[in-house]
């Protein structure tokens, strides 16, 4: 069991424990569900990305009364009206399976010119008193039309930010972590924490 310290982060997504892992100032603690004991899936029954990161974590915190925060990010397309957004994990069923969920953007975006996406993050951050925080983060840039690249996860193939020549997909976690909606979404987050006194 974490120390009193230590921060939960509110995701069974590995992937995302690394990438938040590596954006940490020293001096924080942050830990995952698994160490909590934790297995269930967490209901995301929110209708926007918001709601589903503070779904997430009023859910643990309940349970646990501990500091704790979660985040959402979903993938906002022009072309479709916003879409994948808050359903981009299981835009192509429940599954949750993220090579599907890629095949059927680009099956949408078939024949359209306009490839402007955003992807956006939003953190909950609950702390021990039981006060919400929200802090988010947005990258623009463009959908491909064919996946390239093979580092990162979910959409990081078809994504290519504004300014650069790469996707997600092909760049090193460093590259993203400077760049990244969810770095900068953390970025605010951690500030956040440096400025107050727990």
Known sequence: MPNNHGICFVSHNR???????????????????????????IPETGNTIEENSALKAQYVYDRYKIACFADDTGLEIDALGGDPGVYSARYAGPANNSVKN??????????????????????????????HHSFEGIVQGQILRAPKGTKG?????????????????????EEKNRISHRSKSFNKFFSYLNSVDE
Do not use: C, S, W
């Open 15 to 41: 992937n995302k424990l690394v990438e938040i892992r590596q954006l940490v100032p020293d001096g924080f603690d942050i830990y995952g569900l698994e160490e909590l004991g934790l297995t269930e899936e």
């Open 153 to 173: 996860f979910g959409y990081d193939p078809i994504f290519q930010p504004v300014g650069y020549k790469k996707t997600f997909a092909e760049m090193t976690l």
């Open 102 to 131: 890629m095949e059927l953007v680009l099956k949408n975006m078939e024949g359209e010119e306009n490839r402007k996406a955003r992807f956006k993050t939003v953190i909950t951050f609950i702390d021990k008193h039981g006060q």
